[in-house]
């Protein structure tokens, strides 16, 4: 039972354009959403989060939006840039709670100069 | 962001014998950890929650006996896989939420590479 799903294993960018990443979730209990980008053999790094009170949040050249309606986040980053370039989690959780966090499987982003 | 170390980076070990992975937050205290393990080109699962003082609350499928929880003190939790075969062979990786923080991101280890032989 998948309850974070990224449905595309990778996504191929140019350089300085606006690379998005998709994420959907089942669990309406969800109130809380995370991305993390993670290179080989190395522990993923925190990016930017967003709660569900919440349906946009942006730092720098990141943006998440959240659709509740449609269990459906995104992150935005513009522009892309060459160290882009790694594996982007979506993870969700529940604030209240044990605060564990389900991951989705990744999307391996790829920015092309 | 906070931080978190694990040792040993990478471990081989002959399958039968223990492993004992350590993780450490450096600049704060974490009542919580948990503890991940990442096959090949898969995500990042849950394994178990590591409560300092307390047993470890283990996720549905994995093994209590042979994969050992220890939260002894407010900066370490250590993971020790027993007997280990083969297919336990992995990358794991723990993470804790800094309490200070007052957004609720886990901040995550380097990770650890097993090969059991």
């Known amino acids: 039972d998948q309850q974070v799903k990224q449905n595309s294993p990778s996504l191929s960018v140019q350089e300085g354009r606006i690379s998005i990443l998709n994420c959907d979730y089942t669990?309406?209990?969800?109130?809380?959403f995370l991305w993390y980008k993670k290179y080989p053999a190395e522990g993923p790094t925190f990016l930017i989060s967003i709660s569900s009170i919440k349906d946009k949040n942006e730092d720098g050249r990141f943006t998440v939006f959240l659709n509740k309606s449609a269990k459906h986040l995104s992150l935005h980053i513009v522009p892309s840039q060459p160290g882009d370039s790694a594996v982007y989690f979506c993870?969700?959780?529940?604030?209240?709670?044990?605060?564990?966090?389900?991951f989705g499987q990744g999307t391996r982003l790829t920015i092309n100069p | 962001g906070a931080v978190v170390s694990q040792h040993p980076s990478w471990v081989i070990c002959k399958s039968g014998t223990s492993v004992k992975i350590e993780c450490r937050s450096l600049?704060?205290?974490?009542?919580?950890m948990f503890w991940y393990r990442q096959f090949p080109k898969q995500s990042l699962m849950l394994m178990a929650t590591?409560?300092?003082?307390?047993?470890?609350?283990?996720e549905q499928g994995v093994e209590k006996d042979k994969f050992l929880i220890n939260h002894a003190s407010l900066t370490l939790s250590t993971l020790t896989v027993t007997s280990a075969h083969p297919e336990d062979s992995s990358f794991y990786i723990c993470?804790?939420?800094?309490?200070?923080?007052?957004?609720?991101?886990?901040?995550f280890g380097p990770g650890t590479r097993l090969t059991v032989t």
């Open positions: 993470s804790a939420r800094d309490p200070r923080a007052t957004l609720y991101e886990q901040y």
């Open positions: 993870a969700a959780s529940v604030i209240q709670g044990a605060q564990k966090l389900v």
């Open positions: 600049d704060f205290q974490a009542t919580t």
């Open positions: 669990n309406s209990m969800f109130d809380y």
């Open positions: 590591s409560n300092e003082g307390s047993k470890a609350t283990y």
